[in-house]
């Protein structure tokens, strides 16, 4: 599975770090992504990291959000700095790579990230 981490509850204009580690056997990993959900709303990407490094970013983050990943460590980041109270959400990580015999997209647990204005 994967392990979220780093949802808080803070304040308009602070920052917040989320992690999320790969734990057990993985391998032929290619795209880590972050998505987000807010209550009453539809699942939306956040920004996508491919196993090259070539990141995408939502319009709604550009400039604020930053995807970036560790493959010695198996964790893919997201550095939000400026978090407005429309980033509240649970936070999801999804990577893409080969467990077992299954090849697909997995989904982390989720992580909050509340923000007040």
């Known amino acids: 599975p994967l392990v979220e981490s780093g949802g808080d509850l803070v304040k308009a204009g602070e920052s917040l770090r989320l992690s999320c580690a790969i734990s057990g056997a993985m391998h032929s990993i290619q795209n880590m992504a972050w998505h987000r959900q807010a209550p009453g709303k539809q699942r939306e990407l956040v920004a996508s990291i491919s196993s090259s490094g070539t990141t995408n970013y939502a319009d709604f983050v550009k400039g604020r959000f930053t995807i970036f990943r560790d493959n010695a460590k198996r964790t893919v980041y997201l550095q939000m700095n400026s978090l407005k109270p429309e980033d509240t959400a649970d936070y999801y990580c999804?990577?893409?790579?080969?467990?077992?015999?299954?090849?697909?997209?997995?989904w982390g647990q989720g992580t909050q990230v509340t923000v007040s204005s």
């Open positions: 999804t990577v893409t790579g080969i467990r077992g015999f299954r090849s697909g997209d997995y």
